[in-house]
């Protein structure tokens, strides 16, 4: 969003690549504007739009799970961020730290053992690391029970189940 007067704010639009920048912007000279009243007047702007997104969001979340390209399940998060596959990550802010390692496995608990790292934070570090985007929901957006969710950017890939490195019996 641009805060100038509009023909500074038609200027910068020519010359400015930036794909998420918004059509709407400040109009008016924001020189002697506090940083406050700006943040409430782009506010204004932006505050219903974020939440259209995360309602779309969030119904995207609860469409694709049936077919493996969403997940509510923390170990499953952690190991497809860490795999680049996060394309959105919703979570709630006020969710409490979920304790664990990773390794051959995930492995969760509600109390801090030695080791352990907050397993929510080090997905939200992966998922932006690998280039995903994190969107923290309100109260009541995500469904009930679930204070963190992925929209993947594909499945988990599937194992073979015979090891091509091996004979299988009867062939040669």
């Known amino acids: 969003m641009v805060a100038a007067v509009d023909y500074v704010q038609a200027i910068y639009r020519d010359v400015s690549s ?64 860490g795999e680049g596959r996060v394309h959105v990550l919703l979570h709630y802010p006020g969710t409490p730290p979920v304790w664990g390692v990773e390794g051959l496995g995930v492995i969760a608990s509600d109390e801090q053992h030695a080791g352990d790292i907050d397993l929510i934070d080090e997905t939200l570090v992966k998922t932006l690391a690998n280039e995903g985007e994190v969107r923290t929901c309100e109260p009541g957006e995500l469904p009930e029970g679930i204070v963190i969710a992925a929209i993947l950017r594909y499945p988990k890939p599937v194992a073979s189940s015979e090891d091509p490195g091996r004979r299988s019996a009867g062939k040669s």
């Open 18 to 81: 930036y794909r998420k920048l918004l059509d709407e912007g400040l109009d008016g000279n924001p020189e002697n504007a506090r940083g406050e009243e700006l943040r409430e007047r782009a506010w204004e702007v932006i505050g219903p739009r974020l939440a259209a997104q995360r309602r779309d969001l969030v119904e995207r979340f609860q469409t694709p799970t049936a077919h493996g390209q969403a997940t509510s399940r923390l170990p499953e998060i952690v190991t497809a961020a």
